[in-house]
């Protein structure tokens, strides 16, 4: 079994910086993407920020909503994904859920998230 955790949301005024932290634990023989998604009220769930790594490469891809603004990183060695967001505005206000494709070590691939943090942008 696969766990996913997130931390860091929070309340914070227009302009400001939150960081948020995923980390995947449990029989993971590998892990292939690490996502970031986010719902806002009355939205579907939506991808805005993904990372993969071929040997040394990282490859990254950001929605335009937030390209400039937002910047995901990952440390393999810890199975954790971040996400840095700067210059937030009000309409980045959504539950942020991480997503991770996995292997087990039983050899099974399949999806994993997290419970969701909110993140509220408000003055």
């Known amino acids: 079994q696969v766990q996913v955790v997130e931390s860091g949301g929070g309340l914070v005024q227009p302009g400001g910086s939150l960081r948020l932290s995923c980390a995947a634990s449990?029989?993971?023989?590998?892990?292939?993407?690490m996502d970031w998604y986010r719902q806002a009220p009355g939205k579907q769930r939506e991808l805005f920020a993904r990372?993969?790594?071929?040997?040394?490469?990282?490859?990254?891809w950001y929605q335009d909503s937030v390209k400039g603004r937002f910047t995901i990183s990952r440390d393999n060695a810890k199975n954790t994904v971040y996400l840095q967001m700067n210059s937030l505005k009000s309409e980045d206000t959504a539950v942020y859920y991480c997503?991770?494709?996995?292997?087990?070590?039983?050899?099974?691939?399949?999806?994993?998230w997290g419970q969701g943090t909110q993140v509220t942008v408000s003055s």
């Open positions: 449990g029989s993971i023989f590998s892990i292939n993407a």
């Open positions: 990372i993969n790594s071929r040997g040394s490469t990282w490859y990254k």
């Open positions: 997503h991770v494709g996995a292997r087990t070590t039983t050899m099974v691939l399949n999806d994993y």
